[in-house]
């Protein structure tokens, strides 16, 4: 059976639905790929991000990643500046144009800035309030109730992952897989797998994401716009399912002829580019092993994430 190269698309902003949702849905139409479209669906408060400039890695990162010239200056005041625009209200006929060309859609979040800076140390009823808001708006918007979930920058509670029983969901893709610094699976057996007592079946991130090669160092070579995308397909050499989380901010403008690159080479791999659905039905039968809620770091990523360290 040909492995599965799973393409998971997280929307922050209302800039990357209005722009950079059309441009992925263009190019994967003419790679003939698969892939699911998650949607930040309430305000765009990306400004508010700026209080993290303490966090560790944080200013590496913006240093690294060119952070204006992706989000755009416009973005970057939402929130602070300017008044937050409501993606879900303003950009639905971009959101249902992307369902409508056949690719799979479900949730992000409601609030981005929010939800990825607050729900770990949030309760039950702020979690779930945060979940229905983004639950009745994604029915507005495609008229019918949601089914998966990604979460806003890997960050989830206890409350958050019991929601996706109770909604229904039968997989969603929350967390990461542990990598060591060059990118490459910690634990080469990291896959699928479920909380404790829970049904959901969560699909961690296997690979690194553009933002957090870029400008690194890694094997005495500077990773840049030239070479990150055969960095990339060196790591998927192994031919084995693999889930990987793109930004329509990032390969969907300034990085889309990386990510064209990394289709090509995808497919010369052979792998078929696939949705969230596609994994889910290729595994759904298999017995899957059961983790707790974990936190751990990634390289080039900042704080902690949800991670599947299968040796804890």
Same mark, same amino acid.
């Given at each position: 059976?040909?492995?599965?190269?799973?393409?998971?698309?997280?929307?922050?902003?209302?800039?990357?639905?209005?722009? %950079?949702?059309?441009?992925?849905?263009?190019?994967? !139409? *003419? /790679?003939? #790929?698969?892939?699911?479209?998650?949607? +930040?669906? $309430?305000?765009?408060?990306?400004?508010?991000?700026?209080?993290?400039?303490?966090?560790?890695?944080?200013?590496?990162?913006?240093?690294?990643?060119?952070?204006?010239?992706?989000?755009?200056?416009?973005?970057?005041?939402?929130?602070?500046?300017?008044?937050?625009?409501?993606?879900?209200?303003?950009?639905?006929?971009?959101?249902?144009?992307?369902?409508?060309?056949?690719?799979?859609?479900?949730?992000?979040?409601?609030?981005?800035?929010?939800?990825?800076?607050?729900?770990?140390?949030?309760?039950?009823?702020?979690?779930?309030?945060?979940?229905?808001?983004?639950?009745?708006?994604?029915?507005?918007?495609?008229?019918?109730?949601?089914?998966?979930?990604?979460?806003? %920058?890997?960050?989830?509670?206890?409350?958050?992952? !019991? *929601? /996706?029983? #109770?909604?229904?969901?039968?997989?969603? +893709?929350? $967390?990461?897989?542990?990598?060591?610094?060059?990118?490459?699976?910690?634990?080469?057996?990291?896959?699928?797998?479920?909380?404790?007592?829970?049904?959901?079946?969560?699909?961690?991130?296997?690979?690194?994401?553009?933002?957090?090669?870029?400008?690194?160092?890694?094997?005495?070579?500077?990773?840049?716009?030239?070479?990150?995308?055969?960095?990339?397909?060196?790591?998927?050499?192994?031919?084995?399912?693999?889930?990987?989380?793109?930004?329509?901010?990032?390969?969907?403008?300034?990085?889309?002829?990386?990510?064209?690159?990394?289709?090509?080479?995808?497919?010369?791999?052979?792998?078929?580019?696939?949705?969230?659905?596609?994994?889910?039905?290729?595994?759904?039968?298999?017995?899957?092993?059961?983790?707790?809620?974990?936190?751990?770091?990634?390289?080039?990523?900042?704080?902690?994430?949800?991670?599947?360290?299968?040796?804890?």
């Amino acid at each position: 059976m040909e492995p599965l190269l799973v393409l998971k698309i997280d929307v922050d902003t209302y800039r990357g639905t209005r722009e %950079g949702v059309p441009n992925l849905a263009r190019m994967l !139409a *003419r /790679h003939g #790929a698969g892939a699911t479209f998650l949607f +930040s669906l $309430g305000p765009d408060h990306t400004g508010r991000a700026m209080k993290r400039a303490l966090r560790p890695g944080f200013f590496s990162k913006v240093s690294r990643t060119s952070v204006v010239e992706h989000y755009g200056l416009k973005t970057l005041m939402y929130g602070v500046l300017l008044p937050g625009p409501d993606i879900g209200a303003k950009a639905a006929a971009e959101m249902r144009a992307v369902r409508d060309a056949g690719f799979e859609c479900g949730i992000h979040t409601w609030d981005h800035v929010l939800w990825q800076d607050a729900v770990r140390t949030r309760g039950d009823a702020w979690t779930l309030r945060m979940l229905e808001h983004s639950e009745r708006r994604y029915r507005e918007v495609f008229g019918q109730a949601p089914h998966t979930h990604g979460a806003a %920058g890997w960050q989830m509670n206890g409350a958050a992952f !019991a *929601r /996706h029983d #109770a909604a229904g969901y039968r997989y969603a +893709s929350d $967390g990461r897989a542990l990598l060591n610094d060059d990118g490459s699976l910690r634990d080469p057996q990291a896959g699928p797998y479920r909380l404790p007592g829970l049904s959901c079946i969560q699909m961690p991130t296997t690979l690194p994401t553009l933002d957090e090669l870029l400008g690194r160092e890694i094997g005495g070579k500077v990773l840049d716009e030239d070479n990150i995308a055969d960095h990339l397909l060196a790591l998927t050499a192994d031919r084995r399912d693999h889930v990987y989380t793109l930004h329509a901010e990032l390969e969907g403008q300034k990085l889309a002829p990386i990510f064209d690159r990394l289709l090509s080479g995808w497919k010369a791999q052979g792998y078929r580019l696939a949705a969230m659905a596609d994994y889910h039905e290729k595994i759904k039968d298999v017995p899957l092993p059961a983790y707790p809620l974990q936190w751990g770091q990634v390289p080039g990523r900042s704080g902690e994430l949800i991670v599947l360290d299968t040796h804890r």
